[in-house]
């Protein structure tokens, strides 16, 4: 299977900051590289797909870039409602879709 | 708007078995694959299995292959998952997701339920 690895773990941010979290895949995803955020007792959301495409209805303030093994999710402009979890989700082989551990964005 | 409604979900003892559901409205159920995702309580997403929009291709993941059977049922737009041989390690809550891939699979998530808890336990 193929390994998502998100660093870091968690960050503290307050309202206004620039926040980017990284990707890492175990091998190259090409771009088929996909972005949730999740917040406490909620489903995920979709953010980001194919790398970069920005999902309908997602704010301008959220961007994705990369491709092969590396990725990353920025925000440029940390909002009240932006603090939550962050997954990273791997899309290029069907048979083992694999998830980030996860990048928890905490008031700093 | 997409709705995805799950339940089935409750405690159920180690070996045993459940069927969760996933009832489906506001688009085309039947030109979609559908994904379950669970998540382990504190933990982080992991992907189940798919099933494409006809149900003649499904994919599961390694760890509940040959003890979980994702199917659908297009008349009724629901989404199934039986579980059996069910472990501690189940214990999650369940999430049905749509793929956005209309009449093939992306592979990715663009709508989801609010999920249902699954807990193995004696």
């Known amino acids: 299977d193929i390994q998502m690895t998100q660093s870091p773990s968690s960050l503290s941010a307050s309202v206004g900051d620039r926040v980017t979290i990284t990707c890492r895949a175990s091998q190259s995803v090409s771009r088929y590289l996909n972005w949730y955020q999740q917040k406490p007792g909620k489903a995920p959301k979709l953010l980001i797909y194919?790398?970069?495409s920005l999902q309908s209805g997602v704010p301008s303030r959220f961007s994705g870039s990369g491709s092969g093994t590396d990725f990353t999710l920025t925000i440029s402009s940390l909002q009240p409602e932006d603090f939550a979890t962050y997954y990273c989700q791997q899309s290029y082989t069907t048979l083992a879709l694999t998830f980030g551990g996860g990048t928890k964005v905490e008031v700093k | 708007q997409v709705q995805l409604v799950e339940s089935g979900g409750g405690v159920v003892q180690p070996g045993r078995s459940l069927r969760l559901s996933c009832a489906a409205s506001?688009?085309?159920?039947?030109?979609?694959?559908i994904h379950w995702v669970r998540q382990a309580p504190g933990k982080g997403l992991e992907w189940v299995a798919v099933?494409?929009?006809?149900?003649?291709?499904?994919y599961y993941a390694d760890s509940v292959k040959d003890r979980f059977t994702i199917s659908r049922d297009n008349s009724n737009n629901t989404l199934y998952l039986q579980m059996n041989s069910l472990r501690a390690e189940d214990t999650a809550v369940y999430y049905c997701a749509k793929d956005p891939g209309q009449w093939l699979l992306l592979d990715y998530f663009d709508s989801w339920g609010q999920g249902t808890l699954v807990t193995v336990s004696s």
């Open positions: 194919a790398a970069s």
């Open positions: 099933i494409s929009y006809d149900g003649s291709t499904k």
């Open positions: 506001g688009f085309t159920f039947s030109t979609y694959g």
